[in-house]
């Protein structure tokens, strides 16, 4: 995982950048954000267009190209490590308007309430507002 940002209470913003932290991440949080990473992966993937044609050069700047065109997975943690809410943002953490961001908590549960605050400093950090009703997919009662 690559550092992004502090939140306030000694909490921090993480990208996640393999299938193997995606995948624990989806087994600590009880989620599935595992299968919407490797989804994205294989997306981004498919959109590489080596610049030479040598078989042995095929792979030169995929890795790149896959971290450029995916959608970015963040986890919040708490000081311990504990993980408290899960982010997917626009590629590059650009705002766009057309891409719907997700942030959900543990068993998918409404991060809002508890986890505001450093939900806002990872929207100050990428400059866009990511707010409840945009951000969260499920109903809320």
Known sequence: M????????????????????AAAESETMRHAVEKYFRKEQEKAAQSFRPRSTANFEQ????????????????????DDGTP???????????????FRPIIVGPENADPYPEQGDAIRALGEYYGMTLERARCYPYRRD
């Open 84 to 98: 408290l809410a899960t982010a997917m943002l626009p590629p590059s953490g650009k705002d766009d308007r057309s």
């Open 59 to 78: 792979e030169i700047g995929l890795k790149a190209h896959i971290q450029r065109e995916m959608p970015l997975f963040l986890t919040l943690r708490a």
């Open 2 to 21: 690559r550092y992004v940002c502090d939140a306030p209470n000694g909490r921090t913003w993480f990208r996640m950048e393999t299938d193997a932290e």
